[in-house]
C-alpha cells in the first residue's frame, strides 16, 4: 500500500469514527497498518488506533500500540515524531497507574530537540506529569505542572487543554480536601500548612487573587508557628505573584525581600534564583535598568553556585527545552555538546584536577 492510498483508508477510518462506527474504523486501520510501507502513514495510524483506544478505556492496546509507534517514529528520525510517540507512551503509561514511568517519558518528551510542533505537545505533556505527581500525592509538583499545561493552554488559545486542565485541577482540589480533613483530625500542622499553601496556589491559578491570600496568610501563620522557613519562602514567592498580577509591584517588593532574607539564612539557592527572577519581570516593567542589571547578575550567579551550565558550551541549563545527559560524577551537560565533542568522562573534572602550572 502506497503513501497516497494510506492517506485515503486512513480518512476513510476517520469518517467511520466520526460517525460512531468504531469497529469499522479500527478494522480499516488495522489492514493499513498491516499492508501500508509508508512510514509516516504507519506513524499517523498508530496515532489513530491509539486515541481510539484510549477513548475506548483499553489502556493495554493503547501501550501496545505506543511501543509500535515509537519504533516506527525512530525509523523516520523525526524529533516531533520523537516526541509525540513518547507522549502517547506517557499517557498509556498514566492511564494504567504505571505513574513513575509516565514522568520518566514526560520528562524525555521535554528535553527533545523538536520544532514548534514539539513545543506545541508541551502542554500536554505539563498535565500527564501533573496526573502522575498527582497519582503518587506529590501535590507540590503536581500543581506546578498543572500551571504550566494551563499557561500553554492560554498562550496557545486551546480550549481542550484547558478543560483537561481544569478537570485534573478539580481532581487535585479534591484530593487536597481529603489532606486538609485528615490533617485536621490528626491535628497535623505541617499538612495542615501545605494543604494551605496548595489551595492558595490553586486559586492563584485560576487567577482568583482575593481567595489566594487569605489561604496564604493561613498557611504562612502555620509555617510560622511550626518554624519552617522554607515554607514561608515558598509561601512568600506564591503572595508575590498575586502581586503582580493585581500590578501592585511595590508590595510585590516587599514580599521578596522578606523571601530573600528567609533564603538567604537557609542558603536556598534555588530560592533566591527564583526571587531574582521575579525582580528582573519587576525592574523591566517599572524600567529601572541598574536595578534590572544588579538582579540579572545576581541570577547568573545562582545559576553559576548551583552549576546550573553546560560545562562545554557555557550555556544555562533549564532556560530551554534541551536534552540532558547526567554523567557519575553529577555533573550535567548538553547531549548535543557531548555527542559533537566526543568527550571521555567528565570536561569539569578533569578541569578541577589539572594542577597550576601544568596547564
Known amino acids: 500500500m502506497g503513501q497516497d492510498q494510506t492517506k485515503q483508508q486512513i480518512e476513510k477510518g476517520l469518517h467511520l469514527y466520526q460517525s460512531n462506527q468504531t469497529e469499522k474504523a479500527l478494522r480499516v486501520w488495522m489492514r493499513v497498518l498491516e499492508k ?82 514539539s513545543l506545541q505537545l508541551n502542554g500536554q505533556v505539563s498535565l500527564s506529569m501533573g496526573n502522575a505527581f498527582l497519582g503518587l500525592s506529590i501535590f507540590q509538583k503536581a500543581l506546578e505542572c498543572f500551571e ?18 481544569c478537570c485534573s485541577l478539580g481532581n487535585f482540589y479534591t484530593q487536597i480536601k481529603e489532606s486538609m480533613k485528615i490533617a485536621l483530625q490528626h491535628g ?40 519552617n522557613r522554607l515554607g ?16 501592585e ?3 510585590a ?20 534564583l527564583k526571587l531574582h527572577c521575579l525582580c528582573e519581570t519587576i525592574y523591566r516593567t517599572k524600567g529601572q535598568q541598574q536595578e534590572l542589571r ?21 550555556e544555562s541549563i533549564g532556560e530551554k527545552n534541551n536534552q540532558l545527559q547526567a554523567l557519575p560524577c553529577s555533573h550535567f551537560f548538553h547531549l548535543k555538546c557531548l555527542q559533537t565533542n566526543g568527550a571521555r568522562g567528565c570536561p569539569n573534572c578533569r578541569r578541577s584536577s589539572v594542577k597550576p602550572g601544568y596547564v
Open 249 to 251: 509591584l511595590d508590595k
Open 188 to 227: 497535623d500542622r505541617p499538612l495542615q500548612a501545605l494543604c494551605l499553601l496548595c489551595f492558595a496556589d490553586i486559586h492563584r491559578s485560576r487567577r482568583d487573587v482575593q481567595t489566594a491570600f487569605p489561604r496564604y496568610d493561613s498557611s504562612m501563620s502555620i509555617m510560622t508557628e511550626i518554624g
Open 148 to 165: 504550566k499545561a494551563l499557561r500553554y493552554a492560554h498562550n496557545n488559545d486551546d480550549k481542550m487543554l484547558e478543560c483537561r486542565v
Open 36 to 117: 501500508s510501507a509508508d512510514p509516516a502513514g504507519r506513524f499517523r495510524v498508530l496515532g489513530c488506533l491509539i486515541t481510539a483506544h484510549a477513548e475506548m478505556g483499553r489502556y493495554k492496546d493503547m501501550l501496545k500500540f505506543a511501543v509500535v509507534q515509537i519504533d516506527t517514529a525512530r525509523e523516520l528520525e523525526d524529533p516531533d515524531y520523537l516526541t509525540e510517540s513518547y507522549l502517547n507512551l506517557a499517557r498509556s503509561n498514566e492511564k494504567l497507574c504505571e505513574f513513575q514511568k509516565t514522568i520518566s517519558y514526560c520528562k524525555t518528551c521535554l528535553n527533545m530537540q523538536g520544532t514548534t510542533v
Open 294 to 314: 544588579d538582579h540579572v547578575v545576581k541570577f547568573h550567579e545562582c545559576v553559576e553556585e548551583m552549576e546550573l551550565y553546560c560545562g562545554m558550551c557555557g
Open 253 to 272: 517588593l516587599e514580599s521578596i525581600e522578606k523571601a530573600q532574607e528567609l533564603a538567604e539564612g537557609l542558603g536556598n539557592k534555588l530560592g533566591l
Open 232 to 247: 514561608l519562602v515558598q509561601v512568600l514567592l506564591g503572595v508575590t505573584k498575586c502581586w503582580m498580577m493585581q500590578k
